[in-house]
């Protein structure tokens, strides 16, 4: 009698802990779409001159390696999938070092220099997001063929998807092409952005994503490179670009809250790295830094891509003093502090 209820609570212990184990959704992958935020060497396989795949860039990484990452190292989503227990680095799609079985469990679609509107992928040549989705297709094609179709459904329904951009189509695009200045309010241009975003993520909704995650603008106004054009205030932050970021979050947040009332299922989160940037800019001594207004390589106000040479002697030496690496990208180290914040913040819903 007594072994008989031991072997029953057995059983319903070994069903509690299948039922938690499968239903409160272990990532099985992640995958990314976005800029050079997320870009971890899309861009080598494309001809445009938005490229980081030479040294000093990726000094830090595995191996000394420059492989597109714009850092000194890893980037927020190589963080992110190491902390969700995945692989310590998210490959690119187009990079030939990598197949299917690598990218089953990550990938990254993401172009440096691209943005929501397709006229921002276009001052550089590079990928445009509406041929990301394209490549995410072909994807899982693939995926389907090497894991068959009942498991690849499982991962592309239980996949961490991260979408991160947004800040070339106000710096690269709207900041820099008077046609689009002349087309748009800035706020009827957000509005715009916003459209595109919407339509993406129920794109991406329709093909089987459900825990999504929409990374809001960092406080643009404080790269370096928009610091040295600012010599009437000292070289401080651009207040205006701070400004626009924060009310293109505003909308980015609204839009988050609209579509999980509108779409059943759909888990979708703002990611929002804009006050813990700010917070290490403003505070760098918090978190261990020493320079937050100028970046490691080079004179640190200017160069970033092909600017930013190995033979350049002003380059610093030990890239964890400095919030940026380059004059528009942050540091491994400060790339690392604003994944652990979205996991704390917004990502632990799907852990
Ligand atoms: C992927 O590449 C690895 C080695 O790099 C190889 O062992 C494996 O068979 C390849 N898998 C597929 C599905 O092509
Ligand atoms: C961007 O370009 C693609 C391909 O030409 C097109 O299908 C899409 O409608 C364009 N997006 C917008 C917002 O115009």
Known sequence: MASHTCAAAFLWLNLFFILITSSNGKVPAIIVFGDSSVDAGNNNQVPTIARSNFEPYGRDFAGGKPTGRFSNGRIATDFISEKVGLRPTVPAYLDPAYNISDFSVGVTFASAGTGYDNATSDVLGVIPLWKELEYYKEYQGRLRAYLGEEKAND???????????????????????PE??????????????????????????????????????????CMPLERAQNLAN?????????????????????????????????????????????????????????????ACCATGMFEMGYACNERNPLTCTNANKFVFWDAFHPTEKTNQIVADHVIKTALYKFL
């Open 155 to 177: 991962a592309i329904t239980n996949a961490l998807y991260v979408i991160s951009m947004g800040t070339n189509d106000f710096l690269e695009n709207y900041y820099t092409l």
């Open 180 to 221: 689009t200045r002349s087309q748009y309010t800035v706020d009827a241009y957000q509005t715009f952005l916003i459209g595109i975003a919407r339509n993406f993520i129920i794109n991406l909704h329709s093909l089987g994503a459900r825990k999504i995650s929409l990374g809001g603008l960092p406080p643009m106004g």
């Open 234 to 294: 000292d070289n401080d932050c651009m207040e205006t670009y701070n400004i626009v970021a924060m009310s293109f979050n505003g909308k980015l947040y609204d839009l988050v809250r609209k579509l999980n009332k509108e779409i059943p299922g759909l888990q979708l989160v703002f990611s929002n790295p804009y006050y813990v940037l700010l917070q290490i800019i403003t505070k760098p001594s918090l978190y261990g830094f020493e320079v937050s207004q100028m």
